[in-house]
């Protein structure tokens, strides 16, 4: 089993719509992240949270300690927003193996 | 501020042959991690630098190898490449005492 799962794997919707990725992780963490990569590979940092929740625009992004898990929405969707979107810890414990990355979800906006 | 940069952007080998991936971070960020993704796996750690010292490894075998100079500049050399290799190699730097990474484009290695 992944130390950390997202879900949907795959999501298709349509303009405007509001979108919910999840990402949920076994170990404790310092630290949560969210990363969006483009095709071509970019990745770019959306949020680092470890508490509570951010917001960046069209996007939000959450995170609950006690039940390992955080959420990434994004309001009214736009076709730019079709991208990979990854959850990424950092294990806490000091001497961590960096960031452990879920599989990533497949995000396509249609117009 | 300039962002992370990593040559070559591409780079076709074969088997047998080893390969030296370079990385400049931004500058005054003085770690630097790497990391690869490949389809199956999706992204792993393979180490991070800090002040020309290794602080962290992840699961990859001896053929992985890497270094930092005094100026944070840090290759990544993989020998005897196996074409299970074949993936995008990142790398991210950051600043001391931040969890903030901020990522290069990539090499995309093949080997044949």
């Known amino acids: 089993k992944n130390e950390v799962e997202q879900s949907p794997q795959n999501l298709t919707a349509q303009e405007g719509e509001f979108i919910t990725i999840n990402c949920s992780y076994s170990?404790?963490?310092?630290?949560l992240h969210w990363l969006q990569q483009h095709p071509g590979g970019g990745i770019v940092s959306l949020f680092m949270?470890?508490?509570g929740k951010k917001k960046h625009g069209r996007l939000i992004a959450t995170i609950n300690i006690q039940e390992k898990h955080s959420s990434l929405h994004i309001t009214a969707s736009h076709p730019r927003d079709s991208a990979v979107y990854i959850c990424?810890?950092?294990?806490?414990?000091?001497?961590?193996?960096?960031?452990?990355f879920g599989k990533g979800t497949h995000l396509i906006i249609q117009p | 501020k300039a962002g992370v940069t990593q040559t070559p952007r591409y780079l076709i080998k074969t088997r047998g042959q080893q390969v030296t991936l370079s990385c400049s971070p931004i500058?005054?960020?003085?770690?630097v991690s790497w990391y690869q993704q490949t389809p199956g796996q999706g992204l792993q750690f393979l180490f991070e630098?800090?002040?020309?010292?290794?602080?962290n490894k992840g699961n990859f075998p001896g053929r992985f190898s890497g270094r930092q100079f005094s100026n944070s500049r840090s290759e990544m050399n993989v020998s005897t490449l196996e074409l299970g290799d074949s993936a995008l190699y990142l790398c991210?730097?950051?600043?001391?005492?931040?969890?903030?990474?901020?990522f290069g484009p990539g090499t995309r290695l093949l080997v044949l």
């Open positions: 991210a730097s950051k600043l001391a005492g931040q969890e903030t990474q901020y």
């Open positions: 170990v404790g963490i310092s630290a």
């Open positions: 949270l470890s508490s």
């Open positions: 990424a810890v950092n294990p806490s414990g000091g001497g961590a193996d960096g960031l452990t």
């Open positions: 500058s005054g960020h003085r770690s």
């Open positions: 630098y800090f002040s020309e010292t290794q602080r």
